[in-house]
Structure formats: structure tokens, C-alpha cells
């Protein structure tokens, strides 16, 4: 289990999270996805850079919600405050990176489809 | 070492919709609290309205999306970062001051690439407008 590179255990830690499982299951489907669709260069560029900042603002927000289980384990107001902004932060690119994945690939999908 | 991190192993409707709620907590929190994130939202807001007006191409609503997104989350993630030093430490101290600065740059950082992509996409058209 342990392991001397700190960026392999951060990733056995951060895949415990049931959030980052989600996001990574959703980033593997919407690549397969863009691979069926033949994407030119810059929907490739578009649709990666995406999902990176996703995950890379889901490992902050994990990181800090650790942060925050350590320094006080019980409720206090300003953990609340922590925790929530995180997980705001998260939902607000969630949405974002969904609008911006979704305009690139819906029409092609509508395309394929034949409607 | 172990980690000690109580694991929530329920899944269900439930803990989406919860997770939803708190979400929405921290962005009310955030809005009352944070002045600059109201500047952010406003900027974002005209910046979508010029778009609509400019008729942008799909390109470049995606990326003015990307902008947008990465702005206001860094904002909410710096915010979370302070709350999080002043649960550890009231009092003033000098690594307090780092963390807290260097949040705040990075925000910086990516409010002036969004400035930029803004700038490289709206610029053209209001040139060719006169």
C-alpha cells in the first residue's frame, strides 16, 4: 500500500473518493465518445482540456476537504464554510465543463444519429 | 500512516441532492461574503450578453465558457482555502500570509488569461463595428 512516490499515493487516496470515480467514469466515456465522433485537432484540444481542469479542481477540492477532517474533526462554522466553497467550485465547472463538452459533441451525436 | 478519513460508504439519491444543497450553501456564503466574486459574476454576465449581441461562433462560446468556469471556480476554491487557514490559525502568521497570497494569485493569473481569451475574441469585432 505504501508507496514512495507521493504522486501514486495521491492517486490511491483520491480514488477512494466517490466523486472523483464518478468524474473519471464520465472523462473515460465522453473520450471514447469524441474518438467514435472523428473530432478535428481542436475539439480534441477543447474537449481535454475540460476534463483535465475538472479533475484537477476535484483533487483540489478533495484536498482540501482532508485538510479540513484534520484540523477539526468536529463541526465548526468555518469548516462548513470550507467545505462548501470547495464543493461549489466543483459544481460550478461541473456545469460548465457538461455546456462546453455538450456543444462540441451534440451536434455531431444529432448527426450520427440522423435527426 | 493510515488514513483516517471516515469514508461515507452510502450512495443514493439522497447524498446527490445533499451534495447539491451544500454546493449551493457555499455559493450563497461566497456571493455574500466575497466582493470580487460578484464582479466576476457581473463581468460574466456582460461577457455572455456581447456574445449574444456579436452572434460568436460555437468555438468561441465553448472557450468563453472555459474562461468563465476556470475564473469563478479558482475564486470559490481560493475562498475555501481561507476559510481553511482561518480555521487552523486566528492569529497572524507568516505562513498564513503565504497561503492566503498565493491562493489569491492564482486567481490573478486566471483572470488575466481570461481577460486575454476576452480581449483576442472581442476585439476584432469591435473593430470591424466602426
Redesign the interface.
Known amino acids: 500500500m505504501?508507496s514512495k512516490n507521493k504522486f501514486i499515493r495521491g492517486f490511491k487516496?483520491a480514488y477512494?473518493e466517490?466523486?472523483i470515480k464518478l468524474i473519471t467514469g464520465g472523462s473515460i466515456c465522453t473520450l471514447l465518445l469524441t474518438a467514435f465522433l472523428s473530432c478535428s485537432f481542436?475539439e480534441w484540444a477543447?474537449v481535454i482540456?475540460?476534463l483535465t481542469?475538472m479533475h484537477g479542481?476535484e483533487f483540489?477540492?478533495t484536498a482540501?476537504e482532508?485538510?479540513?477532517?484534520i484540523?477539526?474533526p468536529e463541526y465548526?462554522d468555518?469548516?462548513?464554510?470550507?467545505?462548501?466553497?470547495?464543493?461549489?467550485?466543483?459544481?460550478?465547472?461541473d456545469?460548465?465543463?457538461f455546456?462546453?463538452v455538450g456543444?462540441?459533441l451534440v451536434p455531431k451525436i444529432l448527426e450520427v444519429v440522423g435527426v | 500512516?493510515k488514513?483516517t478519513?471516515?469514508?461515507?460508504r452510502k450512495?443514493g439519491i439522497f447524498r446527490l441532492v445533499n451534495?447539491?444543497k451544500?454546493?449551493?450553501?457555499?455559493?450563497k456564503?461566497?456571493l455574500v461574503h466575497e466582493q470580487n466574486l460578484v464582479i466576476h459574476f457581473i463581468i460574466a454576465f456582460l461577457v455572455v450578453l456581447f456574445g449574444f449581441l456579436f452572434h460568436l461562433e460555437?468555438?468561441e462560446?465553448?472557450?468563453l465558457?472555459?474562461a468563465?468556469?476556470?475564473v469563478?471556480?479558482?475564486?470559490?476554491?481560493n475562498?475555501?482555502?481561507e476559510?481553511?487557514v482561518?480555521?487552523?490559525t486566528e492569529e497572524k502568521k507568516k505562513n498564513a500570509k503565504i497561503a492566503k497570497d498565493i491562493g489569491s494569485t492564482s486567481v490573478l493569473l486566471f483572470a488575466i488569461a481570461a481577460a486575454i481569451i476576452g480581449v483576442l475574441i472581442f476585439l476584432p469585432k469591435l473593430i470591424a463595428l466602426f
Open positions: 505504501e487516496v477512494k466517490f466523486s481542436l477543447y482540456l475540460f481542469m479542481i483540489f477540492n482540501i482532508w485538510m479540513v477532517d484540523v477539526s465548526h468555518y469548516a462548513k464554510v470550507a467545505k462548501d466553497c470547495g464543493s461549489a467550485a466543483e459544481m460550478l465547472f456545469f460548465c465543463s455546456t462546453g456543444i462540441i | 500512516m488514513y478519513r471516515e469514508e461515507k450512495f451534495s447539491f451544500y454546493s449551493i450553501d457555499g455559493l456564503y461566497a460555437l468555438f462560446w465553448v472557450i465558457l472555459f468563465i468556469g476556470s469563478i471556480s479558482a475564486e470559490l476554491l475562498s475555501a482555502l476559510a481553511t482561518d480555521l487552523i
